[in-house]
């Protein structure tokens, strides 16, 4: 049963165009991240959500955007793709933010730009 | 800021042969450390972590890894590898202040051979 769900599992998008990826979870937990990650590359952390506040880390560039219009649902959006925003989206979910609270992770989704 | 190292990019085991993912970190106290998989095409899954006490800590499908805080590692074992264990693995640090985010490495592919 999956727990955290992310649609859709591949996306492909134009240079510039807009695309909104989107992440959901049946746990109930308060916390929802969006990780990218490149090929052969570590998870690198864009922004978090707890509850309803958006905490973005000082690096994410200002084309990445997200939502997360209740408990249950995240989206990301990524306002003009360039080909160096080609990669893997995780979206991963926490009960809380302490430390050694354990992610859950979807399966990602692949995006690719042309 | 935390970071970590895993030195081995690819490494190749026959089935039934033990396995060791070598993982270091830096910081300066003991963080929160967690080793994650990635199956492909598949979220990344915990498979175990340490915040204190015993330094061998036990997690699931066989795998076990040992803390050292004199050489800074927490490398992953695993007594008898199966094809199924052929993933990505992922050493990752937590700082133990609280609301700090998870810092993964780079990652270790594991491929098992007949």
């Known amino acids: 049963d999956a727990m955290v769900i992310q649609n859709p599992r591949y996306q492909v998008t134009q240079f510039g165009k807009p695309v909104t990826l989107s992440c959901s979870q049946t746990l109930n937990h308060n916390v929802m991240y969006w990780y990218q990650q490149k090929s052969s590359q570590a998870p690198k952390l864009l922004f978090h959500?707890?509850?309803?506040?958006?905490?973005n880390e000082a690096d994410t560039p200002d084309n990445f955007q997200s939502r997360r219009p209740n408990t249950s649902f995240c989206f990301l959006d990524i306002r003009s793709p360039g080909l160096g925003d080609a990669a893997m989206y995780l979206c991963?979910?926490?009960?809380?933010?302490?430390?050694?609270?354990?992610?859950?992770f979807g399966s990602g989704t692949q995006l690719s730009v042309l | 800021a935390q970071s970590v190292t895993q030195p081995d990019i690819h490494i190749t085991v026959s089935e039934g042969a033990s396995l060791e993912l070598r993982c270091n970190y830096s910081y300066g106290a003991t963080p929160y450390l967690f080793w994650y998989v990635q199956s492909p095409g598949q979220g990344l899954q915990l498979l175990l972590k340490?915040?204190?006490?015993?330094?061998l800590v036990q997690g699931i499908k066989g795998f076990e890894a040992e803390f050292k805080r004199s050489q800074s590692s927490f490398n992953l074992r695993k007594p008898s590898v199966h094809w199924s264990d052929a993933a990505e693995y992922f050493c990752a640090v937590r700082t133990n202040f609280g609301n700090e985010k998870l810092t993964f490495g780079t990652g270790t592919r594991l491929t098992i051979i007949p």
């Open positions: 991963a979910t926490s009960r809380d933010r302490s430390s050694n609270e354990k992610l859950f």
């Open positions: 340490y915040f204190s006490g015993d330094t």
């Open positions: 959500y707890y509850d309803k506040d958006f905490n």
